[in-house]
């Protein structure tokens, strides 16, 4: 019988999930790309891509040998032929959608976010965080590079744009239909030694898949059979991102303590309850659910640009350690009670100034947090040659742009990112308790932990 898959030692799951057409295929149907350089085109992809194939033969090393005898390394999915990594044949998947009006802030956002989770996962989770195919995650270390490894510090910089069908989506032909996929960014995820779950790490590990969608995609009619959107109803978290510089009362609230041009004439204008609901009815006509079910999911309310409006709620800078605790010398917990009582008084702002956000978000999930971020740490400014808007590498300094993530995480998966109890009678001068590792995993894991297959 010929081997379609190479003598793993590698731990192969049962199932895998295509991170692009979010098909389903068991790991032995995986093809492979050919590396020859004769061998190109491809019926679904066009004739610049390299042919897709399914192996007999493989080199020592395990690898498959294309039909010129050329040992390859890079696998595709059978349905969609679009490149799939290893880590989504090793790892389970973490879907995260990240959705919101155009300009609310998200591919600045994920560039933060990813940046920040770089050195935070590592320093302060005990855990490993890195591309799982850095080729297809280049554009956001593009972005990642343009702000915060910049030789030219003091230029303005601007990030393209999130184009509908432009580099962030992928099209595939299947016969005379032609269909764009969203590109996932995707991460992989482990814990390190030193983490109290470090033995387990295989089983926790996860392959995390984020998207970085065109805000016009989720103004009402946007979707088309030509860019669907599968991934929402598949995302275990939403981060729904909500930009008080696109609302009038907000604006108003703000009216002369923030210089953003944004609260100004360069202002976006968008219903922004109206994307929410209209990202609620897709999911819920994905997954076949009735029009009034709420999601079984976590939504984060990611409230974007803290720096412009932050004036309504106090104007503190907002610091990671203030909503984290130390479980050990390597490792520290979320304070979630912490985290609840600034989404508490969070939800109080968007209460008096928006409350159409509360009204929308909250019809569609039970389990809503409302959490400020800034991307930037600092407003943009009007480039005076292009008339848009612009940041100065130096300026960026960015505040709980992790916090979405690390909370999907912890909500997603208990034990990667654990969280920290409070006792009941702090210590004196102590107000939290250090959580000892038996004592932080205060929740049962939201799903339980399944070996993968071979
Ligand atoms: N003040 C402020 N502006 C931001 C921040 N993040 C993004 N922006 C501005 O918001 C605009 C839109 O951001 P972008 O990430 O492209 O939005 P997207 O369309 O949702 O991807 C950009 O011009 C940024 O300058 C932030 O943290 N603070
Ligand atoms: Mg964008
Ligand atoms: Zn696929």
């Given at each position: 019988m010929p081997q379609h898959v190479p003598p793993p030692k590698l731990q192969l799951r049962s199932r895998v999930t295509c991170p692009h057409c979010w098909q389903q295929y068991p790991p032995e149907e995986v093809l492979w790309i050919s590396?020859?350089?004769?061998l190109r085109g491809d019926?679904?992809?066009?004739?610049?891509e390299q042919q897709r194939f399914l192996p007999s033969r493989f080199d020592p090393d395990g690898k498959a040998l294309d039909v010129k005898g050329v040992a390859c390394k890079d696998l595709a999915c059978p349905h969609c032929h679009l490149s799939v990594s290893w880590a989504s044949l090793q790892m389970n998947p973490l879907f995260i959608s990240i959705l919101g009006a155009p300009g609310s802030g998200k591919s600045f956002l994920l560039a933060s976010m990813t940046w920040q989770f770089r050195q935070t996962l590592r320093d302060k989770f005990c855990l490993s965080f890195g591309d799982a195919d850095p080729l297809a995650n280049q554009v956001l270390s593009d972005y990642e590079e343009a702000l915060f490894?910049?030789?030219?510090?003091d230029e303005l910089v601007t990030l393209k744009k999130t184009e509908?069908?432009?580099?962030l989506y992928q099209s595939v032909r299947f016969g005379d239909r032609e269909v764009w996929y969203p590109r996932p960014f995707v991460f992989s995820t482990q814990p390190l030694?030193?983490?109290?779950?470090f033995e387990k790490r295989r089983l926790l590990a996860r392959a995390l898949c984020l998207y970085d969608n065109?805000?016009?995609?989720?103004?009402?009619?946007?979707?088309?059979a030509r860019s669907p959107m599968k991934h929402l109803a598949l995302s275990e978290v939403l981060l729904f991102l909500f930009d008080p510089t696109q609302h009038p009362k907000f604006r108003q609230a703000c009216n002369g303590s923030s210089n953003d041009p944004?609260?100004?004439?360069?202002g976006w204008s968008h219903r922004q309850d109206q994307v929410l609901m209209e990202v609620a009815s897709r999911i819920r006509s994905h997954a076949g659910w009735?029009?009034?079910?709420?999601?079984p999911h976590p939504l984060i309310v990611v409230v974007t640009k803290?720096?412009?409006?932050?004036s309504v709620i106090g104007g503190q800078r907002i610091d990671l350690d203030s909503i984290i605790r130390p479980v050990n010398s390597a490792m520290s917990a979320l304070d979630i009670q912490s985290l609840q009582s600034v989404s508490k008084k969070l939800q109080d702002v968007l209460k008096k100034y928006a409350p159409e956000i509360v009204t929308a978000a909250e019809g569609f999930s039970d389990d809503v947090l409302y959490v400020p971020v800034s991307a930037l740490g600092c407003g943009p400014e009007i480039?005076?040659?292009?008339g848009a808007l612009g940041v100065r590498p130096k300026n960026v300094n960015p505040m709980w742009a992790e916090v979405p993530l690390l909370y999907a995480l912890h909500k997603s998966t208990k034990r990667l990112v654990y969280s920290a109890v409070r006792r009941s009678k702090p210590p004196a001068g102590n107000q939290h308790a250090v959580a000892s590792p038996a004592e932080v995993n205060k929740y049962p894991p939201n799903t339980p932990l399944r070996e993968t297959g071979t």
């Open positions: 590396a020859h350089s004769d019926p679904l992809l066009g004739e610049d490894l910049n030789p030219n510090d509908l069908e432009g580099d030694d030193g983490h109290p779950d065109a805000g016009e995609h989720f103004l009402p009619g946007g979707e088309t944004q609260m100004g004439k360069h009735p029009q009034d079910a709420k999601y803290y720096d412009a409006w932050c480039d005076s040659n292009t």
